[in-house]
């Protein structure tokens, strides 16, 4: 089994800079593309942005400028600095792996989600 624990929500204040980070833990071989999304109240879960395991990341329009994704493959984690956060990025973040993992005989894909972490943005 693989599991992602998020950490660093909470209640922050318009314009504060928070950072996010998941870890990944269990049977992993390997850490595809991470990624963050967020869901807010009665809106569909939405991308925020993604790190493959080399090349380019990619954000939604809404935080490009403001947030900056990064990994760190020696601890299987990723990290999501929100920086000039809005009123309107209060949502649950959650953390996304599509992850390797190999049993005696075969090795699968398949993504995982973490929990989620409440961020909330006071005006």
């Known amino acids: 089994q693989v599991h992602l624990v998020e950490s660093g929500g909470g209640l922050v204040q318009a314009g504060g800079s928070p950072r996010l980070s998941c870890a990944a833990s269990g049977n992993i071989f390997s850490i595809n593309a991470m990624g963050w999304y967020r869901q807010a109240p009665e809106k569909q879960r939405e991308l925020v942005a993604t790190i493959p395991n080399g090349g380019s990341t990619n954000y939604a329009d809404s935080v490009k400028g403001r947030f900056t994704i990064s990994r760190d493959n020696a601890k299987n984690t990723v990290y999501l600095q929100m920086n000039s956060l809005k009123p309107e990025d209060t949502a649950v973040y959650y953390c996304?792996?599509?992850?390797?993992?190999?049993?005696?005989?075969?090795?699968?894909?398949?993504?995982?989600w973490g929990q989620g972490t409440q961020v909330t943005v006071s005006s």
């Open positions: 996304n792996a599509d992850v390797t993992y190999c049993s005696r005989y075969q090795c699968y894909d398949s993504p995982y």
